[in-house]
C-alpha cells in the first residue's frame, strides 16, 4: 500500500505529474515551463498549520458503503487507522484497540467536497452594511487577481457546523463572482478552527475564480465602468493574459540567468498569481452559465495556454458536453436553480445526468449552505430528473459527483474523495440511504478524528459567535 | 367507452391529450383522503366536473369515466406553496418582475393581481413538481412597512389562474428592512399600529371625515385596504423571524383582535405556545437552520415540529432562489426535511395542503379529496416528499395538466445521443 503523504503533493515534481495524469492537454505548457523558466515552486507565505483532531483506530462495520469510485458494497466495513484508510471490505477484523462502530442500517460514503462556498467570506449573520461592502468580492476592479479568499476567512461563521453536519469534510472557499478576475480560492478542512490556516488543506493548490457574464458586467458596467458587455469581460480577459504573459517572461528570464546578482523584476501580486496560471501552478474555477461562453472561454485558454480546471454553476453543460470532454473541464452545477437571471433561464434538472451519461465530469457545488447542508439530497434530485429524461444513474455513480469528482478538480484524490487503503480518513456514517431526504449524518470523520457525532453533544461544535446568545438556548 | 390509461414513468410524451374537463376514476392508490390521518389502500378516488365526487374503498365506477390504475402508488391533493412570486417573476430582470411597488403612492393598497401571469415559463415546472395552488404575496414597497396585498393562484393551463384576490395585506418588519422605516424597527411597529388604528376609524360607518383624518400616516386608499384586517375578513400577514418582533406581532392580535399570519418565523419555536393559543398561522421555510441575519439567530431545523407540536398551524414557503422558480419540489423537499427533523409526515402533508388552504381562506374548495371539494391531486411515483420522486399525473381542478416544461422539452433538444446529430438542435 503505497500512501501519499502531503509533502508528495507540495513537491512541484509530484505536483507536475499528476497535472500531466490528470489533464494531458497542458502536458506541453509544463515541460517548456519546468526546462526552461526553472520557477521555483508557488510559495505560500500563510502556510497550513491544521493538526488533526484527537482520534481513535475504528472499523465502521455492516454498512453500505459507497466507494466513491463506483463501488457499492453490501455489510462491508471500512477500517480506520492512523487517520489513514487502511481496509476497505466484507469480513474486516478490528486490530486490538480499535473500536468498532456497527452502522448496521446505515451507509457509509467517503467525506463530501464541496468545490464551491463561500463560507468564512460570506460569513453568517449577513447585515445590512454587506449589502454595500462585503468580504466575498473585492469590487473595486474587475482584475482583483491579487486578493486571496482565504484573508477574508472567518474562520467563526456559524455555517461551517451545519456543512460539518451534512457530511461536508473539505470545501474550496472562493471569492465572489463581480469581478472577470475574483482572486485566489483556498481549500478548507471543515475543522473547527479559531485561525484559517488551522483549516487550510496542507499543500492544497490554490485556485484563481474568474467569471463570465452578467456579474461581471452588471457590477461595473452598471457604475459607468469597463467592462459593461460580454465582448467587454473576454476583452478584459485578454488584455490580463498579455500582461501576466509579459510577466512570466521578464521573471522565466531572471530565473534562466541563475545569477543571484541579478536584481530581481519587481513583483505584482496580480500578475504573480496569474503568471501562475498561466505556468500551470494555479488552476482556473471560472464562474459560467451559458454553453456559448464557456466556448469562447475554452478557447481564450488554449490562446494563452492555461487550464481551467472547471466552470461553476454551468447551468448550460448539457448543451456542449462533447466539447468540455474534449478540453478536459470538469462542471460544478446546483441540481435545480434557474431562472433568477436570464443567464439561468436554460437550466434543467437533467444537467448533471447529461453531462455523466455524456461520459463529462460533473460536480454537484454548494455556493449557498442551504445547499452545502444536502449536498446529497441535491444529487438525489439531479439523478430523479435524469431518470425520467431517460438517463438512470445508480446512487455508487451519482457519489462520485461529491467526492472523487471535486477531489480530483482541486488535485487532492491522491488524498481524499474515495474509500480506498492509503487515502485520508474523511467518512461520513449516515442513518440510511443518503440520497433519502430522512436520512443525516450520523458521524462525521475527517483524517480519522471525529468531528460531527449526531449522539454525541460533545462531537458538535459550534462557533464562538453562537456562544451566550439567549436566542439560541431553549426557553424554560 | 372505457378508457384505460397506463401511467408510466412520462419521458417526454405530452399528456394534454386530456384538456377537457374529465371524469376520472383512479383507482388502487394509496390515497390521503383524510387531513393528518394514514392513507387509505386501494382507495377510489372519483372526479367528475372538476370536483371529487366520491372518494374511498369499494366504490363503483360508473361507465364512461376514464380509468387511471395508481396501482398501489400514492395520490395527494394537489400541494400548496404558501408565500411566493409565481406570476409575478421571470427572468430577475426589472421588465419581468411585477412583486414589488418601489414608489409611487401605493403601500397597503398595492394589489398584486392585475400583473398575474399566466404564461410564465414557471408555471408548468411548479406544477410537474405537484403544486396546484399558491399564495402570491408581493414585497419591497415604497411605504414601509406595508408591502400591499397578496393573491392566491391556482395553477391551471390557461389564462384562468386567480383563485382568490385580495386574499391577505403583508407588512415587513425587522432590521433588513428598518432603514425603509427611518432606521429603527420601533418605527414600523408605530407605523402598523398608526395605519391599524386609521383603518379602525375609516370602518365605522359614522366616522365621515375620512379624508379628514389628520392623525394617520397613510393616505386614504391605503387606510381602505387596511378596513379588510380590522374586519377580520383577511389576514394581515408580518414578515418578522425575531422573537422580539414576533411577540409585537402577538401583541397586535391581542390589541386590535385582527388575524395575523407570520412569514418567516425563525424563532418563533421560543414563542410556539402564544402563537398556538392567539392561532396565529406560520409560514416557514424549513431549510432555516443558521442565523442568516441578526433577526433570524435562533433558526433551527426543528422549528417546523416545534411549532406543530404546540398547535400552531404551520405551511411552507422556499428560501432564496427557490421561491418561485423551484416554489413546487422546494417545498416538498423542505417538508421532507421538516419530517428528517421530528415533523411527522402526516402533519408535513397537511401542512402542503390543508393547512395553508385555511391560512388564505381557500379551505372551501381547496386542500383536501373530501367529496365537494377540488379535483386538485396527484398521483405520484414514489415519495412525495423525496427529490427523486415525481408526479406522474397532476389535476388541477379536475383537469389532467401537461408535465411538460421548458426544461423537459430543452433536455428532450438536447438528450445524450443527439451529441453527434449534424442537424442544429435548433431544429429538433
Known sequence: MQELTMSDLSHPKRRNLRLVRVFPGILICLVVSSVVAQAPALPNPFPSTYKPLPRTDTLIDNATVLDGIGHRLLNAGVLLHAGKIIAIGQHLQAPPGTKTIDARGGFVTPGLVDVHSHLGDFAAPYTLRDEKVSDVNEESSPNSAEVWALHSIRVQDPQFARVRAGGVTTLQVLPGSSDLFGGRGVVLKNVPAVTVQQMEFPGAMPSLKMACGENPKYTFGEKGQFPSSEMGNVAGYRQAWIEASEYRRRWDDYYAKQDSSLRPPARDLKLETLAAVLRGQILVDMHCYRADEMAVVMDVAKEFGYKIAAFHHAVEAYKIVPLLKENHVCVAVWADWWGFKVEAYDAVRANAAFVEAGGGCIMLHSDAPISGERLTLDAALAMGAGHRAGVDIPEERAIEWLTINPAKSLQLDGQIGSLEPGKNADVVVWSGDPFSVYTRANIVFIDGAIVFDRNDPSRQATSDFEVGQPAIERPQ | ?428
Open chain 2, 1 to 428: 367507452m372505457k378508457h384505460v390509461l397506463l401511467i408510466t414513468l412520462l419521458t417526454f410524451s405530452s399528456t394534454a391529450i386530456f384538456a377537457q374537463h374529465d371524469t376520472i376514476a383512479i383507482t388502487g392508490a394509496k390515497a390521503y383522503l383524510q387531513p393528518g390521518q394514514p392513507p387509505v389502500e386501494d382507495a377510489t378516488i372519483l372526479v367528475v366536473k372538476g370536483r371529487v365526487q366520491a372518494a374511498g374503498v369499494g366504490l363503483v365506477v360508473p361507465p364512461g369515466m376514464r380509468i387511471v390504475e395508481a396501482k398501489g402508488r400514492i395520490v395527494t391533493p394537489g400541494l400548496m406553496n404558501s408565500a411566493s412570486q409565481l406570476g409575478l417573476v421571470e427572468t430577475g430582470t426589472p421588465d419581468t418582475t411585477d412583486s414589488a411597488v418601489t414608489t409611487g403612492p401605493l403601500g397597503a393598497s398595492f394589489d398584486v393581481q392585475y400583473a398575474l401571469n399566466p404564461n410564465s415559463t414557471l408555471l408548468p415546472v411548479a406544477r410537474a413538481d405537484g403544486l396546484t395552488r399558491a399564495m402570491v404575496v408581493p414585497v419591497a414597497s415604497a411605504t414601509p412597512p406595508f408591502d400591499g396585498r397578496g393573491a392566491v393562484l391556482r395553477l391551471s393551463e390557461g389564462p384562468d389562474i386567480l383563485d382568490l384576490p385580495q386574499a391577505a395585506v403583508v407588512a415587513e418588519v425587522g432590521g433588513m428592512v428598518a432603514p425603509k422605516s427611518g432606521g429603527s424597527r420601533s418605527a414600523q411597529w408605530m407605523l402598523l399600529r398608526s395605519a391599524l388604528d386609521a383603518a379602525r376609524r375609516a370602518a365605522v360607518p359614522s366616522t365621515l371625515h375620512k379624508e379628514d383624518d389628520k392623525s394617520t400616516l397613510l393616505s386614504p386608499a391605503n387606510v381602505a385596504a387596511l378596513v379588510p384586517v380590522v374586519k377580520r375578513r383577511v389576514p394581515l400577514v408580518i414578515v418578522a423571524y425575531r422573537e422580539s418582533d414576533l411577540r409585537q406581532a402577538i401583541s397586535l392580535v391581542d390589541d386590535y383582535k385582527i388575524r395575523v399570519v407570520i412569514l418567516g418565523a425563525e424563532e418563533g419555536w421560543r414563542v410556539a405556545d402564544l402563537l398556538s393559543s392567539r392561532k396565529i398561522a406560520v409560514v416557514l421555510d424549513p431549510y432555516a437552520s443558521t442565523p442568516t441575519t441578526y433577526d433570524q439567530m435562533g433558526a433551527r431545523l426543528d422549528n417546523a415540529a416545534l411549532l406543530d407540536r404546540a398547535g400552531v398551524v404551520i405551511s411552507f414557503k422556499a428560501a432564496f432562489v427557490h421561491v418561485s422558480y423551484n416554489a413546487g419540489i422546494a417545498i416538498r423537499e423542505g417538508a421532507g426535511v421538516a419530517v428528517a427533523n421530528g415533523l411527522p409526515w402526516s402533519h408535513a402533508l397537511k401542512a402542503l395542503t390543508v393547512n395553508p388552504a385555511e391560512t388564505w381562506g381557500i379551505e372551501g374548495h381547496y386542500g383536501t379529496l373530501q367529496p365537494g371539494m377540488d379535483a386538485d391531486l396527484v398521483l405520484w411515483d414514489g415519495d412525495p416528499l423525496e427529490p427523486m420522486s415525481a408526479p406522474a399525473m397532476v389535476l388541477v381542478r379536475g383537469r389532467q395538466v401537461s408535465l411538460e416544461t421548458r426544461q423537459t422539452l430543452l433536455e428532450k433538444r438536447y438528450r445524450p445521443g443527439m451529441a453527434g446529430d449534424p442537424v442544429p438542435p435548433g431544429y429538433r
